[in-house]
């Protein structure tokens, strides 16, 4: 899906969001050096695998916290984990590196990748990209869970902990 058509099914399903157009990002750093509003409510977005490439997962977590690799692990009874390469990004999520958003996951047709959502985001909104990253949608995050759960796409809430 474009960044056109995240804003049409946002639209068609009547989600309330605000799009905020920006340079383009590609990394957590640049985004704070962007001048948006909300800034604590943007996601890091991380695209994950397991050691035998059998999982996947798409973790969005508070953008202060660090992404223990272990600790994440363990709360996901997975394997062990590390980043996907550029080439799993683009065939399963159809993404270029520095646009992982979870609305790459509505490109996963076979549904290789799991969302994991940082419980810090329950209750308010989200700011994620529409896969682009020259721009930032904000929306609720409860809206973001329903899309996905009617495209059937496999998510869990996490209570990542910050882990200085």
């Known amino acids: 899906m474009t960044r ?7 639209d068609n399903r009547k989600i309330e969001y605000s799009l905020v157009q920006h340079k383009a990002v590609f990394t957590i750093d640049e ?12 996601a890091k977005n991380l695209f ?11 973790v969005s977590i508070e953008e202060d916290k660090r992404a223990d690799l272990k600790v994440l ?6 394997r062990p984990l590390s980043f996907a390469s550029e080439e799993d990004l683009e ?3 159809s993404l270029r590196k520095g ?4 609305f790459g996951l509505l490109n996963d047709n076979e549904h290789k990748a799991v969302f994991i959502l940082d419980s810090y985001f329950l209750g308010g909104i989200i700011g994620i990209h529409p896969n682009d990253n020259s721009a930032t949608v904000f929306l609720e995050t409860k809206e973001l869970l329903s899309i996905f759960e009617e495209s059937k796409i496999e998510a869990h809430i996490v209570d990542i902990p910050c882990i200085i």
């Not at 704070?32 to 943007?42: A, L």
């Not at 692990?73 to 997975?78: F, G, H, K, N, V």
């Open 4 to 10: 056109e058509d995240i804003i049409t099914l946002l």
């Open 31 to 42: 985004m704070n050096e962007v001048d948006i509003p909300h800034k604590e409510r943007i």
């Open 48 to 58: 994950l695998r397991d050691d035998k490439k059998r999982s996947y997962y798409l």
């Open 73 to 78: 692990r363990t709360l996901l009874s997975s």
């Open 91 to 93: 065939s399963i999520l």
């Open 99 to 102: 646009e992982v958003t979870p």
